[in-house]
């Protein structure tokens, strides 16, 4: 099962700790604005939930491969 990842850009506040976290489904922008870099997987959906609930600016939501945003509790 595929993840996307959405990074609100209005909520980021550039801490990089996503980035420097998970370089693999992070980066900054020429913004220095996190986004995701592709569709994430399930071995890596325990590793974006911990960092969605530990982003600063609450900036991260997941969605499954139906479009249904994943719980963080």
């Known amino acids: 099962m595929n993840y996307r990842v959405e990074v609100k850009k209005n909520l980021c506040i550039s801490s990089a700790k996503c980035v420097s976290d998970a370089p693999k489904i992070f980066k900054f922008d020429q913004d220095e604005l996190a986004e995701p870099v592709s569709e994430t997987t399930q071995e890596q959906l325990a ?4 960092l969605a609930r530990n982003c600063p ?14 719980s963080l509790e």
Do not use: F
């Open 57 to 70: 600016g609450e900036a991260i939501t997941i969605y499954d491969e139906n479009g249904s945003v994943i």
């Open 47 to 50: 590793v974006l939930i911990r």
